[in-house]
């Protein structure tokens, strides 16, 4: 079993940075694709970024350029840098992995989430 805990949410003004950290427990092995999915109030969950194992991170049209995802495979945590924040940035994010090392698929496990809320 892994379980998920996020960290690094707040209250940030526009064009500030935040660093949200994924740390996750159990078998790395049941982490080799981990993501980071937001959900404002009133609309769906959508994804923001993935990274998975031996491949190249993908985002999200509406964050590219200004958020990056890392992974300390040693620490088994996942980052998500977000910088020059948006008032429509502002969400529950929620982390998430899956065994499978692949971009597509259902996750296998969630985080609780993190509120991020960016506002003047």
């Known amino acids: 079993q892994v379980q998920l805990v996020e960290s690094g949410g707040g209250l940030v003004q526009p064009g500030g940075s935040l660093r949200l950290a994924c740390a996750a427990s159990g078998s790395i092995f049941s982490t080799n694709a981990m993501g980071w999915y937001r959900q404002a109030p009133g609309k769906q969950r959508e994804p923001v970024a993935i990274?998975?194992?031996?491949?190249?991170?993908n985002y999200a049209d509406s964050v590219k350029g200004r958020f990056v995802i890392s992974r300390d495979n040693a620490k088994n945590t996942v980052y998500l840098q977000m910088n020059s924040l948006k008032p429509e940035d502002t969400a529950v994010y929620y982390c998430a992995a899956r065994s499978a090392a692949t971009y597509l698929g259902r996750y296998d496990y969630w985080g609780q989430g993190t509120q991020v809320t960016v506002s003047s």
């Open positions: 990274i998975v194992r031996g491949g190249s991170p």
